[in-house]
């Protein structure tokens, strides 16, 4: 089993950035935490403050030997249509994932461009967001 997660604008920021809302753990440290309970997954990860690369990854990955993909699209799910015709276009299921419950938010975060084409949505959970991601693709 191999599984990418992909992380967005400013997610990079995670420890440092609005604790209240994402917590005070940085996603390495998460992501080492993830890798010693899922041994038997072979995980990957990619953060970009870039839309294109965030395109472009999904491009790679989508036809790749990857059994599923973990997006964390950030600011982009609200905003980018670019991003949802790249998950329409690739083979590997996406599970939209996000730390905050985006509907209990500002209004333009409620709307978003990659739901409608991902294979499940996840939000609300926190970190443990990504967790129920990868549970999802074992069951």
Partial sequence: MKIIIINGPNLNLLGKREPEIYGSATFEDFFT?????????QLEYFQTNIEGEII?????????DYNGIILNAGAYTHTSIGIGDAIKGIKTPVVEVHISNTFAREEFRHISYISPV???????????????AIQSYLS
Avoid: P
């Fill in 56 to 64: 472009n990854k999904l491009h790679d990955c989508g036809f790749a």
């Fill in 33 to 41: 935490e993830l890798q010693f309970k899922y041994k038997e997954v």
């Fill in 118 to 132: 991902a294979k499940g949505v996840i939000l609300g959970f926190g970190l443990q967001s990504y967790d129920l």
